[in-house]
């Protein structure tokens, strides 16, 4: 019993492993003290985990004086707030700093488009 226990448990991390490696994910590259950064955390940051799009690419902050994350960037981020669309650890596409909140969602309806069809539809 606890052999199979353990086995389904396995199976289903390396499921869950499996489909994070695939999935969009939308990078927020930032540093302490930001003001576009703060700006953008009142306006779409208590929000956006609830929309579509926030659903198809959860957002992963990113301290970018601290963390280096393995992921295939076109060019090296510099500005904050800059936010990076990437799908299986490659940058699809990327806003660098915040145009304010309603060009801020046009702008990342276009990244989104250019997922794959298998991550637009997960």
Same mark, same amino acid.
């Given at each position: 019993?606890?052999?199979?226990?353990? &086995?389904? *448990?396995?199976?289903?991390?390396?499921a869950?492993?499996?489909?994070? !490696? $695939?999935?969009?994910?939308?990078?927020? @590259?930032?540093?302490?003290?930001?003001p576009?950064?703060?700006?953008?955390?009142?306006?779409?940051?208590?929000?956006?985990?609830?929309?579509?799009?926030?659903?198809? &690419?959860? *957002?992963?902050?990113?301290?970018?004086?601290?963390?280096?994350?393995? !992921? $295939?960037?076109?060019?090296?981020?510099? @500005?904050?707030?800059?936010?990076?669309?990437?799908?299986?650890?490659?940058?699809?596409?990327?806003?660098?700093?915040?145009?304010?909140?309603?060009?801020?969602?046009?702008?990342?309806?276009?990244?989104?488009?250019?997922?794959?069809?298998?991550?637009?539809?997960?």
């Amino acid at each position: 019993m606890h052999l199979i226990r353990s &086995a389904s *448990l396995a199976l289903a991390a390396m499921a869950m492993l499996a489909s994070s !490696v $695939s999935a969009a994910e939308l990078l927020m @590259y930032r540093r302490q003290g930001c003001p576009w950064c703060l700006a953008w955390d009142r306006a779409i940051g208590p929000i956006y985990g609830k929309t579509d799009v926030g659903q198809r &690419a959860p *957002l992963r902050m990113v301290d970018l004086d601290r963390e280096r994350l393995q !992921v $295939s960037l076109k060019t090296p981020v510099i @500005y904050t707030p800059t936010f990076v669309l990437v799908e299986q650890n490659r940058e699809v596409g990327r806003i660098e700093g915040y145009p304010g909140e309603a060009h801020f969602w046009g702008l990342l309806d276009q990244l989104v488009q250019r997922l794959p069809l298998r991550a637009v539809s997960d």
